[in-house]
């Protein structure tokens, strides 16, 4: 690789470059400290000497976040040789050792690659992405897709933690409407095709779509400063609210809302600090695991590992969805793609049967076998291999076995004590005391994780107030 020029920090206020104000404005950056070449001036900088790739810090409800901004009218954005080097530059003058974590938000709008440059830009080019891959190790990173995002573009994009898209104006594909009608024919709707919207609705690429850049700034605020930034609550059932209302300080922010609906995400706090949950709603009868619920686990644990804060899941789960289409959609790769974020989550993680837990589900509520600093059920919740009806059912045509599954079932009483007593769960609760348990975990979390797991288990917790049933009536279990 060859030198990089030299670089240096000048500092550029919102007001004298429209092109920068709705971001400015939208993140509250009262200015931006850009990162470019060092020849150029605060008072001589335009926006063509940053190639069409803005790169830049500022100050975002008082901590400093990274901005890098795709000026699709100068070059089209495209990566040449001259702005990706500044690029990488800039994510390695962020990740020197030493630094805490700098936020970096990445509006991506490119042609791609830079034809004219040929292909000594290569090297250039795609170093960015093991550079950015290095810096989302320990920073977070939330992408924004803008307009035409095509080539390297879209893979950049990729790379981020939240990923979102604005509606309605946004393409993302390997190349242009030229070249896939030069080799498709003019039938290929290119606007159509290529559209963030199937991205999001068939894919784990976009995490959710906005109506502008301003919206897409507003929600990463939410991301970055849950306790500051603007709230926008969400929209919960009975039974969902009663649970995080139990230990929240406030309503809580949904992310990833429309993917799937038998997993809901949320990033709240608990003495003012972050917490990241993941429930399956108590009001759904079927909350079976697909392949799409569990890439939203995924984006989930990837977000809130970038943030670095502690998660608990709520599980009411009848198991994995069992059904044929969901092996051809790959659901086994999904199954261990998923427990290994679970099983290598180093910031804390603690799961809550809150109904049902039949089955492979039992991995998602973060068990301890899985790393899990604490595992409770909520007082009446059924936790087994299979519901004990389909089990009776199965045994049916074999006495012996049927037998067999009689004693077995006898010491699985409604209690769990053949579970607290073995250690998986540690406490059965009612919901008042959820709070309490919830503030144990966090105070917990920063033992070592050998004590953590070699802790014996308390028994039941009686928390001798309103029974389960009363803010969870019983119902059939599917």
Known sequence: MRASAAYHWITVA??????????????????????????????????????????????????????????????????????????????????????????????????????????????????????????????????????????????????????????????????????????????????????????????????????????????????????????????????????LSAFLDAAPRELVPRWCDRVRLFLGTRHGAPIGIFVNPPERSNNMITVRTLEKYAAGLDLFRALGVPIVSFLDSPGFDPRFDQSAANNFRRMLWVGEKIIHYPHGSMGVVIGRCFGGSATLVFPKVFGGSRMLALRGSRIGIMHESIVTRVLSGCPRLREQWNAVAARQTPGLEDLLEEGSVDAVVDLPALAAEIDRFLAGRAAPASARRTARPALVLSARRAPLSAAFPQRRTV
Request: glycine share 10%; hydrophobic share 40%.
């Open 14 to 243: 919102p007001g004298q470059h429209r092109f920068l104000r709705t971001v400015c404005e939208s993140l509250g950056l009262p200015d931006l400290r850009v990162w470019i070449d060092s020849q150029v001036s605060g008072e001589t900088f335009a926006r063509t000497d940053c190639g069409g790739l803005v790169t830049a810090t500022g100050q975002c409800d008082g901590r400093t976040v990274a901005i890098v901004w795709s000026d699709f009218r100068v070059n089209a954005a495209s990566f040449g040789e001259a702005n990706s080097r500044r690029f990488a530059a800039f994510l390695r003058e962020l990740d020197r050792p030493g630094t805490g974590p700098v936020p970096l938000i990445y509006f991506v709008n490119s042609a791609g690659i830079s034809l004219m440059e040929g292909r000594t830009v290569f090297s250039d080019a795609f170093a960015l992405w093991p550079a950015l891959l290095q810096y989302a190790e320990r920073h977070p990173v939330l992408t924004c897709a803008d307009g035409k995002c095509l080539g390297l573009a879209p893979v950049l994009f990729g790379l981020g933690h939240y990923r979102v898209a604005v509606a309605g104006r946004t393409q993302l594909n390997l190349t242009g409407p030229d070249v896939i009608r030069m080799f498709f024919g003019e039938g290929v709707n290119f606007e159509r095709s290529a559209a963030a919207e199937g991205f999001h609705d068939g894919t784990d690429l976009v995490h959710e779509l906005v109506p502008s850049v301003a919206a897409a700034c507003g929600r990463f605020r939410e991301i970055l400063s849950p306790a500051s930034a603007p709230s926008r609550p969400a929209t919960l059932g009975q039974r969902t609210d009663a649970i």
